[in-house]
């Protein structure tokens, strides 16, 4: 019994260790599945699709332009060709590097009238608006479309005049319609077309486009977006690089608010410029006799008004100190650190303006930083003491001047100081008249 239990198992073991063969497929084909299959790339057949498409409707039509382009992209392959698809559009063909047209295959197929360069002017903006549904339609030619404009703008030389003045009425109508990142003009800085006069002309052309698409601040926007607010003189030859020629241009197109938004920007660059000195005297605790000869020459060469240097002045002097946090304490701290520095705002409130102007952002300060609210009426005595303010400025700042920011408060605060001044006048004019009578 003992032996027939032994080659049970032993006939088990024996079993269990054989391997079994694996099954095969022979006479069976692994079929790919259509996205792994890699397509082969036709782009000339592709564009003589669109091309013979849109020859055949002809540039009368364009609701069938954007019937056959929407109907073309469940049978073309957009997501593949979206760049020569756009060349098409805009040019009337497939762009060779440079700007020209790609002369390969069959030459009716080379090109179609049916794009923006052949285009009226008037169409022009019919012919963004089909373009736009297009993208609305297949959104994943966005990407495609924003790399065309970025390109198309680099082979401005290789276009007509003619071209080059369409492509930049659409360009701006496609920029004030959010279709393509402003930052694209920066693709204009090119050496070449700067020192031809070709990237002006065309800049030029596409801000008054913008604006009259939208409007002027909408063109600002667009400026600032794509960082050129500070550069614009740079897209003029070298040998006309100044503000003289900047708005000569300007204002014989029409674009006289964009020659006042440079200066505005001009002179914020230059406050900047000021405040970041005025921080570093500040920070090592210039002399106020130095820092008073340097703001001065400063305002000079900036060419900066007397109540904007004081302005600052006062700005940078409340941003150097870091403030008590306990009221009563930061009051006196205030005070200490303006006593210090009334000479150098005492030397830009020369002009009635430049007083005003102190008093009312002395005001906001205290108002928009509520632990000042209580000192503004030390504030304001101190500066009358040291020949900041005189007592003419506080009285018409007193009578209507004010801001309106906290006003009954510190009319309120001003009031004993404001009757003492006016009766010191008074008593002041009396004594002259009984002198003059003497």
Known sequence: MLKLVS???????CFMSQKQPKPTLSGQRIR????????????????????QGLQEIGNNDLDQVLTFLDKSGGKLNYRLYGECLFDILFAGGVLAPGGSILEEGEKATWRTSVCV???????????????????????????AFEEEIQKILLFLK????DQRNKLAIVTGIILANGMAPPTCLNKLSSDILIKEGIALQFLTKVFQSVVKEKDFTSLSSLIRKAELENKLMDFFPPN?????????????????????FQKAQQAMGTRRAFQQQLKEMLTEETP??????????????????EEDVVFLVWKGLMKAVEWNKKEELLHDQALRHLKIYTPLL????????????????????????????????????????????????????YNGGHSTKGKNV?????????????????????????????
């Open 117 to 143: 360069f052949e285009a009226n002017e008037e169409d022009l903006k019919t012919y963004v608006q089909v373009i736009n549904k297009v993208i609305a339609r297949y959104r994943y030619l966005q990407k």
């Open 410 to 438: 510190f009319l309120e605060q001003m009031k004993k100081m404001v009757e003492w001044l006016q009766n010191a006048e008074e008593e002041t004019g009396s004594e002259e008249e009984d002198e003059e009578e003497a």
């Open 240 to 260: 006309k690089q100044t503000q003289e020629m900047f708005e000569k241009h300007f204002n014989a197109n029409g674009l006289d608010k964009l020659v006042l």
């Open 158 to 161: 290789g276009f007509t005049e």
């Open 346 to 397: 005492a030397t830009f409130t020369s002009q009635a303006k430049s007083e005003l102007t102190l008093l009312v952002k002395v005001q906001e300060y205290c108002y928009d930083n509520m632990s000042f609210m209580k000192v503004f009426q030390k504030i304001v005595m101190l500066f009358y003491k040291t020949d900041v303010l005189s007592e003419d400025a506080i009285i018409k700042w």
């Open 7 to 13: 080659a049970i198992l032993l006939s088990a073991s």
């Open 288 to 305: 106020v006799k130095e820092m008073i000869a340097t703001c001065k020459e400063e305002m000079k060469k900036s060419e900066l008004l």
């Open 32 to 51: 790919t599945r259509k996205r792994d299959e890699k397509e082969k790339q036709d782009p000339l057949a592709f564009r003589d699709a669109i091309i």
